[in-house]
């Protein structure tokens, strides 16, 4: 059912982003069908880093990408250690997962029913890459993930009602060009291929209090000292370690356009 | 028992245990399924480091911050341990900017660092140094070419690859790494 409502939801957002193609953007169409039906198509952008660098604010270019609509749940994640037993919670090598790896799963191949269908967390950066390449894809760089999912309100707050998850306006909001498809953040943060980039320690927002000794480079001056979401998010990255497995952390997975 | 029967138990527990020594332990990092060229144009792979102690830095050439003062803290602690630990540390240094870092780069900076030959200066491929830094806990990112901001971290890997110590500050206090290297099992797996 879910997929059936899915793929109109994805023609509708691809058709969207044709409209939008201007002549000289044949390539970029072409690359837009090139996508599967649970991917978005992302085309090339800028990223400009949360951090300025001594010499001021930096755009990276991003290179066009397929990305998962959503993260990836339990039931795909089932799929994955079934043929691949060497990911399962009993076999892991401890250098890939901390003890907590799956430890919602009641054993090796069982996910609890009833959240089947929803992301699976738990899982490790290891993991999560080798699901990826095994699906033929990789996890999203900080540059890509920020650029289809930075697109939360700068002035958002987190939420004290007593939700699941206050953070979750940090979690990832469409980039605006992408709205119309059917892109979504279930309230989980998300791995990304190079999670270890960010230089985030000290007082928030500026070198003051940073343990000086500990980085080298004056990478914590942010671009947008009141884009609170980002700093949560940059920070949360360097903050993990690449056998982390956390509840409240799962995955999507990209793929190049060839 | 006769004598063969006791000469063949005894092979095949010799075999078995050099079986099981050869095979990385579950936190070994050189589990990672990575490759690696020394300066020397030799390939390496991580597993070929077991036997040794190791003092890891990651480090880049053109680096005017931290790194020269961690290589030469790394240095004079190479010159000025003490005895007894003196034979079971090699040190390691690995670019994360292979891109710049040729081997020729690597050779010259060898050089130019006096590094003897219990040195290993080595490169690998993006992906794989990022891999090895995930593990390490070693932060990174290139802010414009030539420059990157980065962790300031060295660490202690055991004889068979376990991380047994690290700290930020290298160049202060070297008498946490003297320890972990006389006593590696007493030490903390890393967190």
């Not at chain 1, 998300?190 to 320690?201: C, D």
């Not at chain 2, 008498?175 to 006593?183: L, P």
Request: aromatic share 10%.
């Amino acid at each position: 059912m879910r997929h059936l409502i899915a793929i109109p939801a994805l023609l509708l957002g691809a058709t969207a982003l044709a409209a939008e193609a201007t002549a000289a953007n044949h390539a970029a169409r072409a690359c837009t069908s090139a996508c599967r039906t649970h991917e978005v198509f992302v085309p090339a952008g800028v990223y400009v880093p949360f951090f300025k660098s001594g010499t001021g604010t930096r755009a990276v270019p991003v290179e066009p990408i397929c990305l998962n609509a959503s993260a990836v749940t339990h039931e795909e994640f089932l799929g994955f250690v079934r043929d691949h037993p060497d990911w399962r919670k009993s076999r892991i090598k401890k250098l890939y997962a901390e003890s907590s790896y799956l430890a919602d799963w009641q054993d090796d191949l069982t996910p609890r029913p009833e959240v089947l269908s929803e992301p699976v967390t738990f899982v490790s950066w290891f993991a999560a890459g080798a699901y990826c390449e095994a699906s033929g894809g990789r996890l999203p760089t900080v540059a890509e993930w920020e650029r289809f999912a930075g697109g939360n309100a700068p002035a958002s707050k987190p939420d004290t009602s007593g939700g699941n998850a206050p953070f979750a306006f940090a979690m990832g909001r469409s980039a605006p060009e992408l709205a119309s498809t059917p892109l979504t953040f279930p309230g989980v943060w998300e791995w990304t291929a190079n999670f270890n980039s960010a230089m985030v320690s000290g007082r928030i927002g500026t070198s003051e209090g940073a343990n000086s000794s500990q980085f080298c480079g004056d990478g914590i001056r942010a671009v947008d000292p009141s884009n609170y979401g980002a700093f949560l998010r940059y920070s949360f990255r360097s903050s993990l370690r690449a056998n982390f497995a956390l509840k409240n952390l799962g995955f999507r997975c990209v793929r190049e356009v060839s | 028992m006769n004598r063969t029967h006791k000469g063949i138990a005894f092979l095949a527990a010799v075999t078995l245990m050099t079986e099981v020594g050869s095979e990385p332990t579950e936190r070994s990092v050189y589990q990672l399924d990575s490759s690696w060229v020394e300066d020397n144009g030799r390939a390496l792979q991580l597993e070929a480091l077991e036997g040794d102690m190791q003092l890891l830095a990651l480090i880049y050439t053109t680096c005017t911050g931290a790194c020269p003062v961690t290589v030469k803290s790394m240095q004079m602690f190479s010159r000025n341990m003490p005895d007894d630990i003196k034979g079971r540390i090699r040190f390691l240094l690995v670019t994360v900017d292979p891109e710049h870092d040729t081997l020729a780069i690597l050779r010259e900076y060898r050089r130019e660092m006096k590094l003897d030959r219990r040195w290993k200066l080595v490169r690998g491929s993006p992906e794989d140094v990022r891999e090895l830094a995930a593990v390490l806990g070693f932060n990174y990112e290139q802010i414009e070419s030539g420059q990157f901001a980065h962790s300031n971290l060295v660490t202690v890997l055991d004889q068979r690859g376990e991380i047994v110590h690290q700290q930020n500050d290298f160049a202060s206090d070297t008498k946490a790494v003297v320890e972990a290297i006389r006593h590696p099992q007493d030490e903390q797996p890393a967190p």
